[in-house]
């Protein structure tokens, strides 16, 4: 069986730049695509902030251009799941539904989702009205009003960025008091565009094709109540995909991967990109960066191995 120099896993930012990296450098990567080939910009529209695209560019049109820059100098793709690793034996096993695959280093590039409120029609709404990323979609928010559903650190951290574009920010939450750090509450219970919308649980997104408002449920009374708004954003975390990985490398509380800021985790020879180590900044081109980092750490490491 062939043992690769590296295999990549994963197709997102930082597969795909680690990809092109690690082909520049001569080292014939693997990049093994998952079901979600291109990561989670192909579920958006524009992109703004990735830079080099004064215009902006389209999610699965930047996801293409990386897939064609990585695979000019030599990246090969495979359009499969990874369903089991072994990281234990060397060379690694990275095990897919109809076979296996072997490599000297691995970079993990696998992602994160964000979870989301499980009401009926959401899907429909995505990208249009319904985010899950302020940074990325607050400024298409100018003057408007939207919800943000959370009561953590990082709803108030999406309430208190979307409040520099929007008219009026509801925060719905289902409890009577947040969770987040006590600095961040202060800060949003002090911004005066932050209004709180306690015990109460979002049912459905309204609208034709964009958000038009939200139904809403007190958990205390049962009532039901509409919200007109234009935009929800909803913050109630995110899960680093990385059931795979239980038991071969570290993971931290939350399931994402424990590594350094050159992607190095506890195992030798296994690198980490991207969201799937990264719970704060879950961004295109930190993701992207990190993928970088990561390929060249690996040439390094196969160098020294
Ligand atoms: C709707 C939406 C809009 C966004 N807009 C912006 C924006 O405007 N600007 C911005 O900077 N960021 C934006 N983001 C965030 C950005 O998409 C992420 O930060 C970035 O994609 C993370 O890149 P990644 O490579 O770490 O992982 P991902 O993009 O999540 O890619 C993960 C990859 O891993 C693969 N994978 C997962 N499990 C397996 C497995 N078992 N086997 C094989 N492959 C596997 C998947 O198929 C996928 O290809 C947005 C996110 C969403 C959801």
């Known amino acids: 069986m062939n043992t690769y120099n590296v295999i990549i ?9 680690a990809g092109l990296y690690t082909a520049r450098a001569n080292l014939e990567p693997l990049i093994i695509c998952g079901y979600q080939a291109g990561g989670q910009l192909t579920l958006t529209s524009e992109v703004e902030n990735f830079p080099g695209f004064p215009e902006g560019i389209l999610g699965p049109q930047l996801m293409e251009n990386m897939k064609k820059q990585a695979t000019k100098f030599g990246a090969q793709l495979i359009f499969k799941e990874v369903t089991a690793v072994n990281f234990k034996e060397r060379p690694f096993k990275v095990i897919v539904d109809d076979g296996e695959y072997q490599a000297k280093s691995v970079i993990i590039a696998t992602g994160s989702y ?29 003057d408007r009003k939207v919800a943000v559903v959370g009561g953590g650190d990082s709803a108030m951290e999406e309430a208190l960025f979307i409040s520099r574009f929007a008219s009026e920010v509801q925060v719905i939450h289902r409890r009577d008091a947040l969770r987040a750090s006590k600095v961040l509450q202060d800060r949003a219970f002090k911004n005066d565009k932050i209004k709180f919308i306690w015990n109460t649980v979002v049912r459905q997104i309204l609208g034709e094709r964009f958000v038009t408002g939200i139904e809403l449920e007190n958990i205390i009374d049962r009532s039901i109540s509409t919200l ?3 935009g929800v954003f909803v913050a109630i975390g995110h899960e680093p995909k990385t059931k795979i990985f239980q038991g071969e490398i570290a993971l ?30 879950r961004q295109a081109i930190t993701a ?6 990561a390929a060249l750490e690996v040439a390094v490491y196969l160098s020294e191995n």
């Open 228 to 230: 007109e708004i234009n």
């Open 9 to 17: 896993i994963g197709s997102g930012p930082a597969g795909y730049t």
């Open 252 to 281: 931290d509380a939350h399931g994402y991967i424990v590594a350094d800021q050159s992607g190095k985790t506890d195992v030798e020879g296994i690198f980490a990109a991207g969201d799937v180590k990264d719970f704060r900044y």
């Open 114 to 142: 964000a979870r989301m409120l499980g009401v009926e029609n959401e899907k429909k709404f995505y990208g249009r009205g319904l985010s899950t990323c302020a940074t990325c979609d607050a400024a298409f928010f100018k």
């Open 288 to 293: 992207a960066g990190s993928g970088c980092i």
